[in-house]
């Protein structure tokens, strides 16, 4: 049982990294065996994403040790772990988009005959290597990111989430050739959401939580409760919610809906969405990273148009082409990311006032006394500790938060879209968040929260919808919305997941079926432009 | 469009296929050569004795912002901008100019070597500032012009210095017959000498590849950093070349440099090369030099006001280039 390190493919051992005072990584260790295929798993906001960026050279750790093949990596560049044969294939594909393919092949010394030969595994035996990569369907040049990899025969293979986006019928041929790499030369690190897939080809799966390696588990039909175990960790007690939960289905039958959803859809990530949310409720929105929450809440903003579907405010059909519709409709916005919101070297009452003072048609003098009114009573009712208010960004993160939904408390909020509002913000200030958004909507709006914290669901929403591969999957009521019910629906897994070896390719398919309808020569951007998609263009 | 599908295209490449393909990607160098033989009909028109002189006289002009054209071209494909070029044109014109007084041929031909060396070492300066202060491109040169404008008044204050004969000799008269300039003939063999063989090298894919997508390129591998240090460095010899084709032109060095910079910009633009970087080439700014040097002597031609010819020239640039971007977007849309 026992390796020694230079047995082993790749050896990192307590390997940490901090941005600034944001902890990342505390104490990851990752061993891989020659011949494994080797899954990596954690929550959001695990460190998996940091992991894999020192694992292959892009980011320095502050501390802790890798080795691969016993060869320490002391340069931590791509080039450096590429040639130590740690090659890596991300969601989105390297591949340099003005060039050609044999070009891009060029760049990374990688041999056309064998580069043919696994693009033929893979199903694309047709491509021709003379197509700009930025005419080729994105999901074939996930592919062809594949086959360059695999034909430079590395050592170590990383696959960062690469089946995440694709078609149904590749991801299974990918997972075949992956598959039949076990027992052989090189290993694979192979990272995905999908849990079928890691019980369908990996031989050991590592788990990351807050930062920290927390256990190694050798992956059987049963190992499934243990992963989720280990990703969850010991749930902590809950903090009482502020008021008592009110029965959903209390509303009567005949409500308007304040927003409602439906078949909302947007380039290949956001499938098919439809929900309601009513007057006086939060509703929360679950999803793993990338599976279309970012284009659903950046369409109800105004920020990107959609693709297909409906979007109703209070009953009347609505199309925000710019953020200014949707603020005008009652439709605001609170971002994860304070610095996509703030004006950061501007004062708190500028930035409090901003969205009342920038609308259009309003050229004239500000109402000073006014506006200080309402930014006093602003400030006073989000308890902001503005001391430091002459620049918002000498504010606490938590205070800028708070300095966001400042702006539009002072007039009655409508409809509130808030996208991970706590995230980084401490307890103290996003249990005074949690209390508000319940004020808020006790007091009539209607809020839409997504969340990468599970445990908020409970605290704050009224129920909770699951988002999956760009649809919706489930509806969970808040008094059923545990940790547990929560992560399974986000990993899409029925309770009572058991799964029988025959039934994994099918339950796949079935499962990545969401992307799979779509032809693969569509689904590039820029590419298939002989099939127009009448559905694409918005009327 | 059955390239685009990907997966359905003819394995075996045949020639016509391939002069079709080149034709589809260079459409906009194709449309500008076009555009270049219109406006000599045009010229030919109103003026009907428009014939080798004027295009000798206007070989003159354009070759040197054909040189910082190309410059140019090589910074903005690599995703940079530089502008330092009329800067570094003048400091390699007035060293150049200044060191070959009273010195004899061979000397001269030295001095020339160590001018292409000098620009070589001023745009290494530029592009490793850039790289290693991480402050940004504009800026950088932005900066680096008022250092190099300095230096070369510093050489030479007022115009003066005197160039070598074989050297000014490369700038007049023609060659095989009086339709070719000689310097229509070096600039493309200069280009075709240097560029052709880069872009076919693994420096010349890196520099396509930086200027593309950053994160793709370093992924794969390619040192990002010294790429682009190499794309200055390329960018500062081409503009010693081109100030030495000054120095050639003129026989004397200008301290001041011209608006080359800032003519090299429009003459990139309307060359088809994307400032984003990562798309274009060479010969597209080259040919919209020589546009832009004919709808200079047709407003001539036409007696129109100098100053309202310069208010016309930026009107037809933006016009040719806006025509550019609607026609790519309905091309995409179909």
């Known amino acids: ?539 | 469009m059955t390239a685009a599908a990907g997966q359905v295209t003819g394995a075996t490449p045949d020639t016509a296929g391939a002069v079709q393909r080149l034709l589809r990607r260079n459409t906009w160098t194709v449309g500008l050569v076009v555009l270049v033989a219109a406006l000599f009909v045009f010229t030919k028109l109103i003026q009907p004795n428009y014939g080798p002189t004027g295009i000798q006289g206007l070989a003159i002009s354009a070759a040197a912002l054909a040189l910082a054209a190309v410059a140019q071209s090589i910074v903005v494909i690599s995703g940079g901008i530089d502008l330092s070029i009329g800067a570094m044109m003048a400091f390699t014109n007035v060293v150049a100019a200044q060191a070959m007084r009273g010195q004899s041929e061979e000397t001269g031909v030295i001095i020339a070597i160590g001018v292409l060396l000098l620009g070589l070492c001023i745009g290494t300066i530029n592009g490793a500032l850039i790289v290693f202060t991480r402050v940004a491109d504009i800026i950088v040169t932005l900066a680096m012009s008022f250092v190099w404008a300095g230096c070369a008044l510093l050489v030479l204050n007022v115009p003066g210095g005197q160039a070598s004969k074989w050297l000014t000799d490369l700038a007049h008269g023609s060659v095989v017959t009086e339709w070719l300039p000689k310097p229509a003939l070096e600039v493309l063999l200069i280009v075709a000498l240097t560029w052709i063989p880069l872009r076919r090298s693994r420096l010349g894919l890196s520099l396509y590849a930086i200027g593309s997508d950053k994160l793709a390129a370093f992924r794969s591998g390619v040192a990002v950093g010294r790429t682009k240090i190499a794309s200055y460095a390329l960018a500062g010899l081409f503009s010693a070349i081109a100030g030495l084709a000054i120095t050639a032109n003129t026989g004397i060095g200008t301290p001041l440099p011209g608006g080359y910079t800032l003519t090299s910009v429009a003459a990139v633009v309307l060359g088809g090369v994307a400032l984003a970087g990562g798309r274009g080439g060479v010969f597209g700014p080259i040919v919209a030099v020589i546009i832009l040097a004919l709808i200079r002597t047709d407003l001539t031609f036409l007696n129109i006001n100098s100053n309202l010819a310069t208010v016309t020239q930026g009107v037809i640039l933006i016009g040719v280039v806006m025509f550019g971007s609607l026609a790519a977007m309905r091309r995409s849309r179909t």
């Not at chain 1, 820029?526 to 694409?536: C, E, H, L, N, Q």
């Open chain 1, 1 to 539: 049982m026992t390796l020694t390190a230079t047995d082993l493919v790749l050896d990192a051992t307590d390997v940490s990294k901090a941005y600034g005072a944001v902890v990342a990584l505390r104490s990851a260790s990752l061993a891989v065996r020659p011949g494994e295929v080797h899954a990596l798993m954690g929550a959001n906001g695990a460190g998996k994403s940091t992991f894999v960026k020192i694992l292959t050279g892009a980011v320095r750790p502050d501390a802790g040790r890798i080795a691969v093949r016993g060869r320490e990596l002391a340069a931590h560049s791509p080039g450096e772990a590429r040639g130590l044969g740690l090659v890596s294939v991300y969601q989105e594909p390297s591949v340099v988009p003005d060039l050609d393919i044999r070009s891009n092949l060029r760049l990374t010394d990688t041999p056309v005959e064998r580069f043919r030969h696994w693009l033929d595994e893979l199903g694309h035996p047709q491509l021709d290597l003379s197509t700009i990569a930025r005419d080729v369907p994105l999901a074939s040049l996930r592919i062809v990111d594949l086959a360059r990899a695999l034909a430079i025969e590395p050592k170590l293979l990383l696959l960062d989430e690469m089946t995440a986006a694709l078609p149904a019928d590749l991801t299974e041929r990918v997972l075949d050739v992956i598959g039949r790499q076990r027992g052989g030369d090189g290993s694979v690190i192979f990272i995905s959401h999908r849990m079928i897939e890691i019980a369908a080809i990996c031989d050991r799966a590592t788990v990351l939580r807050e930062g920290v390696t927390v256990g190694v588990v050798d992956v059987t039909e049963r190992s499934e409760e243990r992963i989720v175990q280990l990703m969850l960790g010991d749930i902590e007690a809950l903090p009482e919610r502020a008021d008592g939960h009110r029965a959903a289905g209390a509303r009567a039958a005949d409500t308007r809906p304040r927003l409602a959803v439906k078949g909302l859809g947007a380039g290949t990530v956001l499938e098919d969405v439809s929900f309601d949310v009513y007057a006086g409720e939060v509703l929360g929105v679950v999803a793993l990273e990338g599976q279309g929450q970012d284009e659903l809440f950046d369409i109800l903003a105004g920020s990107i148009r959609r693709s297909r579907g409906e979007v109703a405010v209070d009953g009347a059909a609505v199309s925000f082409r710019h953020p200014a519709d949707a603020i005008r409709a009652g439709v605001v916005y609170i971002a994860a990311d304070r610095a996509e919101a703030l004006l950061m070297q501007r004062s708190v009452r500028e930035n409090v006032s901003l969205p009342g003072i920038a609308g259009v048609g309003r050229w004239g003098p500000i109402n000073l006394g006014r506006e200080r009114r309402q930014v006093s009573r602003a400030v006073e009712m989000l308890q902001i500790d503005a001391r430091a208010g002459a620049e918002v960004r000498r504010l606490s993160g938590g205070n800028q938060q708070k300095v966001t939904i400042a702006r539009w408390v002072t007039d009655g909020v409508h409809t509130m879209l808030c996208f991970d509002p706590t995230r980084g913000i401490d307890i103290r200030t996003k249990t005074q968040i949690y209390v508000l958004l319940r004020d808020l909507a006790e007091a009539g709006a209607a809020i839409l929260l997504y969340t990468s914290e599970l445990k908020e669901i409970q605290l704050v929403c009224d129920r909770a919808i699951v988002i999956f591969g760009g649809r919706v999957v489930a509806e969970i009521d808040a008094n059923d919305a545990d940790e547990p019910t929560l992560l399974r629906a986000a990993y899409n897994l029925r309770a009572d997941a058991e799964l029988p070896e025959q039934a994994v390719a099918e339950a796949i398919a079935s499962e990545t079926a969401s992307v799979g309808d779509e032809p693969v020569a569509s689904g590039g951007p820029s590419g298939g432009g002989d099939a127009p998609d009448p559905t694409r263009v918005e009327p």
